[in-house]
């Protein structure tokens, strides 16, 4: 697997981020101080509303990937989204300490923690929905391999990258059989939600 930027975000106190649902359910996340990535920026908030999106459409989606999890709030939205399998993996020990602290904070039960795995890309098991909110090198280096452990008619939501990169991921997206679903933006920031293909063996 390519190696991944890492990026920091600096949380200068404990925060709670609510999510609006629907108009009966507002989800709460709480995440600890810290300096991994993912709380308010906008390819987060991006990320979320795509998530927000699929999971209303699509009731499916057994098992899920948070790649480059970073604080871990993507993961903790997918388990309280009720996705029964989450699976989290980030490169940057410190980042993984600090999503565990914040399983720690959001759920009282060990079982109901997102499972970290290493090189996910290299391991055959397929996954219903991948999300990746990543920016740099690491997206258009690995799009075959991420699509390759999408189920058929499964789901990826990419975000990290401004509108200027748009035609670029929609150009690898159909080279690997994903379709676009719906697309978000917020100013110049982009995130995209593709569905791949059923293949036909």
């Known amino acids: 697997m390519t190696t991944l930027d890492i ?31 993912g709380s ?5 908030l991006l990320s979320v509303e795509a998530l927000k999106f699929l999971c209303k459409k699509e009731n499916s989606i057994t098992n899920a ?6 604080s871990g709030i993507l993961s903790i939205l997918m388990r309280k989204l009720e ?4 699976y989290a993996c980030e490169i940057d020990e410190y980042a993984r300490n600090e999503s565990i602290l914040n399983f720690e904070s959001n759920f009282n039960n060990k079982i109901d923690y997102p499972r970290f795995i290493q090189d996910p ?15 740099g ?12 452990i999408i189920t058929n008619n499964g789901y990826l939501i990419i975000s990290g990258f401004n509108s200027e990169k748009e035609q670029k991921y929609s150009i690898l997206a159909k080279e690997c059989n994903l379709l676009p679903v719906k697309t978000f ?17």
């Not at 996705?83 to 989450?86: A, E, L, M, N």
Request: charged share 20%; glycine share 4%.
């Open 65 to 70: 990937l948070d790649l480059g999890s970073g």
């Open 121 to 135: 890309l290299h391991k055959k098991y397929y996954y219903d929905l991948i999300i990746a909110n990543i920016s």
């Open 137 to 148: 090198s690491f997206l258009p280096n690995n799009f075959l391999e991420i699509s390759n």
């Open 40 to 44: 308010n920026h906008s390819t987060t």
């Open 7 to 37: 990026y920091i975000e600096e949380r200068l106190k404990n925060e709670i981020v609510r999510i609006n649902i629907s108009n009966s359910k507002i989800i709460e996340i709480f995440l600890n101080q810290g300096s991994s990535f």
């Open 83 to 86: 996705i029964s399998k989450v």
């Open 185 to 201: 933006k917020d100013s110049s920031w982009v995130s995209i939600i593709f569905k791949k293909n059923q293949i036909n063996t």
